[in-house]
């Protein structure tokens, strides 16, 4: 099957990498000339790079390439079977571009939109057959990540579902289903671990490399929140909490942090700008961690109750199972464990009482439990069955 790849800036660029790989011919569309020269370049220098380090063959390399075709006109899509849209995040412009597309495309050619935050919904809604749109939501970078979302539109048929999930699966990706909802699974789930944390420094609870310094060193997690948010970029953070915070009528839950909205006001954004929320110039020096491990756990212990909150609420609502819920964790954002695994893990009573304790502290809706873990911890059970002792 011939896959089209609309847009080749970061996601289009990976994606069509993918696609290629997996043995699929690619055409590779975008509106700006240089960015699709760009796209080349860098595309051949990372095959370069996987051959150098003994990954792929020279050979490999040059047939996943040769089948990447670069185009400046959109009627190359004629005949392929599935179009993955990555352009601008922009629901108008999303919209036009679908429209444009199903002029162009058959019937049965499947069109996904690779958005972090539209509804595939309203895009669908854009489209005359709109049972073929469907959300296939990849991480970046593309081709390093294992995980992809695939996020069915009321409008989506089952069929169209089926063969965009065996078709990612195929090209050796982890697929999970989640309901069209703000931030699908990752980017919901995830919040906590940056609000929290933005939470605990603004209280002044601890500062930016101590709570790294938790996270990383008593949680387990690869990378501090502080440290996560440099990486992403201060500017792109906000906007993804601002964006789930409004998607969610405002629920206090994911109510974004002052602190990082004038750093991104500031141009601190992070790596990309040499300061954030660190300073990552050559002569700089941040300030040490204080390495007190009952502070420590106080911090992960808020955290991840929040963050367990959050994944329990999830599947409370539905939005996927308990088992994607924790692969989307561990596998697209690399977390040590699966957060309903780590609630059987902790006890969910604690889990409770711990968030009750929060509530009654603060008194704000940020903090109230979701109902699934309450009713859980009356009825004694666990997520998981527990494993019998050998
Ligand atoms: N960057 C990420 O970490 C990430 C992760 C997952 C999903 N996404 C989503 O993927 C999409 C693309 O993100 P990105 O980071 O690759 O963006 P990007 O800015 O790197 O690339 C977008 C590309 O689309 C092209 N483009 C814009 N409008 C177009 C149009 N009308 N027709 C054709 N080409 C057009 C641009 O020229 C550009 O090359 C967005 O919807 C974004 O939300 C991004």
Redesign the pocket.
């Known amino acids: 099957m011939k896959i089209g790849v ?7 660029s990976g994606i069509a990498q993918v696609a290629a790989t997996a043995g699929h011919e690619v055409i590779l ?4 000339k240089d ?1 699709l020269k760009r ?1 080349s370049q860098k595309l051949q220098k990372i095959l370069n790079r996987l051959v150098e380090k003994g990954r792929i063959d020279d050979a490999t390399a040059k047939a996943i390439f040769g089948r990447i075709y670069m185009v400046n006109n959109m009627k190359a899509y004629k005949d392929c079977g599935l179009i993955i ?5 922009n629901l108008e ?2 919209k ?2 679908f429209q444009k597309l199903e002029k162009i495309v058959s019937d049965d050619c499947i069109l996904a ?6 509804s595939i919904a309203s895009i669908a809604a854009a489209c005359e057959k709109s049972d073929r749109v469907i959300g296939i ?4 970078p593309a081709p390093l990540m294992k995980l992809v979302e695939i996020i069915p539109a009321v409008q989506t048929a089952n069929e169209v579902l089926e063969k965009s999930k065996n078709l990612i699966d195929n090209w050796g990706k982890l697929t999970v289903v989640t309901k069209d909802t703000p931030g699908f699974i990752v980017n919901r789930v995830a919040r906590p671990f940056y609000g929290e944390a933005l939470r605990i420094l603004e209280e002044g609870i601890a500062d930016a490399p101590t709570i790294d310094w938790a996270m990383t060193e008593i949680a387990g997690f690869r990378m501090g929140p502080f440290t996560l948010m440099d990486y992403i970029g201060n500017d ?1 953070n906000y906007t993804v909490t601002e964006t789930v915070f409004k998607a969610f009528y405002n629920d206090p839950r994911y109510k974004p942090a002052f602190t990082q909205k004038r750093l991104a006001e500031a141009g601190y954004l992070g790596r990309k700008s040499g300061k954030g929320f660190y300073d990552y110039s050559e002569s700089a020096q941040n300030p040490a961690p204080k390495k007190n491990k009952r502070l420590g756990k106080s911090i992960v212990n808020r955290i991840i109750l929040m963050l367990i909150n959050e994944a329990a609420d999830a599947l409370f609502w539905q939005i996927a199972s308990k088992e994607d819920i924790d692969i989307a964790m561990t596998k697209g954002v690399n977390y040590p464990k699966g957060l309903l695994q780590w609630a059987d893990e902790i006890g969910i009573s604690k889990c409770v009482k711990g968030l009750d304790n929060l509530y009654k502290e603060y008194g704000e809706d940020r903090y109230r439990c979701s109902p699934l873990l309450r009713r859980m911890a009356k009825q004694g059970k666990t997520f998981y069955k527990k494993k019998k002792r050998v």
């Open positions: 609309l847009g080749c800036g970061s996601m289009g569309f975008d509106n700006n960015a796209a849209e990555a352009i601008i995040e412009i999303k036009s571009v939109s690779n958005t972090s935050s539209l939501h990849f991480f970046n792109i």
